[in-house]
Nanobody, 124 residues
Framework: QVQLVESGGGSVQAGGSLSLSCAAS????????MAWFRQPPGKEREFVAG????????YYADSVKGRFTISRTNGQNTVYLRMNSLKPEDTAVYYC?????????????????WGQGTQVTVSS
């Protein structure tokens, strides 16, 4: 089992920045990829950014390209999401996810483990 704990959410005005972090514990030796998803109010969970492989490959949703940056520690157990130029439409609960093997980090259905989520609110 792998446990994921997110931190760093909060409230910010449009144009501001926030950073999220997700720490993995447990059987992290089996963790191949990690990713961030978000779930806006009343909507389905959607992919935001992901990282997998050695060396790391990164993936981004079109809606966040150029504004968000995902990174991972050398030990592969912590993943970060730096969010710049935030918009009100970025408001959501942000979830960290991890996959054990080589499956995609961009699809909800492929995620093996989830964190509890952290709220990000962007006001206009």
């Amino acid at each position: 089992q792998v446990q994921l704990v997110e931190s760093g959410g909060g409230s910010v005005q449009a144009g501001g920045s926030l950073s999220l972090s997700c720490a993995a514990s447990g059987r992290t030796g089996t963790t191949y990829g990690m990713a961030w998803f978000r779930q806006p109010p009343g909507k389905e969970r959607e992919f935001v950014a992901g990282v997998d492989g050695y060396p790391a490959n990164t993936y981004y949703a079109d809606s966040v390209k150029g504004r968000f940056t995902i990174s991972r520690t050398n030990g592969q157990n912590t993943v970060y999401l730096r969010m710049n130029s935030l918009k009100p439409e970025d408001t959501a609960v942000y979830y960290c996810g991890a996959v054990q093997y080589g499956q995609s980090v961009t699809r909800v259905i492929d995620i093996d483990y989830w964190g509890q989520g952290t709220q990000v609110t962007v006001s206009s």
